[in-house]
């Protein structure tokens, strides 16, 4: 089949590489530049976007922030309903999902304006976390209330209006679920994995060494059936989740979900017989999805770093991915996925490695 993929970053260049893996042509455009790209050259192809839809048997994306003059122009070539895919990046329309579907999550409200957000915040009875509707990633678009804020200080601040304020979680721990949904509404997922943040910003994901127990893993499948099920949904998805309570009484709250591969999703590229880009383009191309056979992995980001070091290059239970950006702090550049046989092992590898590849913005 041939496949245009929206994008052309690092998850559209990895999906491209599956994608041609499995016996599929690919281009990619760039929202960038505007300009129709082949897979692993920065080179701009004398083709516009209309040509290249017209070429695709199907178009898919790494990222669902896609132009609307895009989604109009390749309206027929994507395999569910673009436009609904696209009103998720509303945090307004992914919370009304989440309450649409009965999906337990942190309470909500919306605000539109400053003076709203100031009224909520003069009501509050516990700390909030405040995010903007629109644009935010890596924990950017947030702010904190506690109650030692000032509520107008801070909505002057904060006020990027429209927006929603959620109450703080004091969750255990971090989790997500990547699955894919095939188009006769079949389901594979990959185990639940820990996700340690570094001010909003992943660092590190622990796969297949955390105990999920089958009820914890059971909540975030239903949910995945319940979401992909409301959404139509074809390809991969990420939830990510809060785990709440302890032991017996642990239970899943999603925060949000990325309706395309993820980076909690990257461990798989070497933990898994089919990684999560196979997964994808198995799901886009109506190939059956396959049965799972999974390592333990560690993944641990390389942001804002200007190299890898030859070290972990050279290691015999490292496989590094370098996605050749530029490299400045807060900026995802690559990552390195791990062997390991347990979780105490994989912190020592974080411990050792963390702070030489990872350069945070402030
Ligand atoms: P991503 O890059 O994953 O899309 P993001 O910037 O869009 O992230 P969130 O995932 O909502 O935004 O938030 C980033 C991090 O901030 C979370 O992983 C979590 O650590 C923390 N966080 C967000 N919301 C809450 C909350 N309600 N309670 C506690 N912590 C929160
Ligand atoms: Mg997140």
């Not at 979401?227 to 925060?255: K, M, P, S, W």
């Amino acid at each position: 089949m041939k496949i245009l993929f929206i994008g052309d970053g690092q998850l559209g260049q990895m999906l491209g590489a599956s994608a041609t893996s499995h016996g599929h042509e690919c281009l990619l455009f760039s929202t960038r530049t505007y300009t129709v790209k082949p897979l692993s050259a920065q080179l701009d192809l004398s083709l516009t976007l209309t040509q290249a839809i017209d070429w695709a048997d199907v178009v898919s994306w790494e990222h669902e922030d896609i132009p609307a003059d895009i989604v109009a122009a390749a309206r027929t070539k994507f395999l569910m309903d673009p436009e609904r895919i696209q009103r998720l990046t509303d945090r307004r329309e992914e919370k009304s999902l989440f309450d649409e579907c009965g999906v337990a999550t942190s309470p909500w409200q919306q605000f539109s304006q400053t003076t709203e957000l100031e009224q909520l915040l003069t009501q509050a009875q516990q700390p909030l976390v405040i995010k903007s509707a629109r644009g935010g990633y890596d924990g950017k678009g947030q702010w904190r209330y506690t109650m030692a804020s000032d509520p107008h200080q801070l909505a002057q601040q904060a006020g990027q209006a429209p927006g929603i304020v959620e109450q703080l979680i004091p969750f255990q721990r971090e989790v997500s679920l990547v699955g894919a949904r095939s188009k006769d509404g079949s389901i594979c997922c990959y185990p639940l994995v820990t996700n340690v943040h570094e001010k909003g910003i992943l660092s590190y994901t622990l796969a297949g060494m955390d105990f999920v127990t089958d009820e914890l893993q059971q909540q975030a499948e239903t949910s995945f059936r319940k979401l992909t099920d409301a959404l139509h949904y074809v390809g991969v998805l990420a939830i990510e989740f809060f785990v709440v309570g302890e032991g017996a009484d642990a239970q899943l709250l999603v925060n949000e979900i990325a309706p395309r591969v993820h980076n909690s999703g990257h461990w798989t590229m070497t933990g898994a017989n089919s990684s999560q880009f196979d997964l994808h383009i198995r799901a886009l191309t109506g190939m059956p999805l396959p049965l799972l056979r999974l390592e333990p992995t560690l993944m641990l980001n390389v942001i804002g770093a200007e190299q890898i070091p030859d070290a972990l290059w050279h290691h015999p239970d490292t496989a590094c991915f370098w996605y050749n950006k530029e490299p400045r702090p807060g900026r995802k550049v690559g990552h390195v996925n791990i062997a390991t046989e347990s979780r105490a092992t994989a912190l020592t590898w974080v411990a050792q490695w963390a702070s030489q590849l990872q350069v945070l913005a402030d």
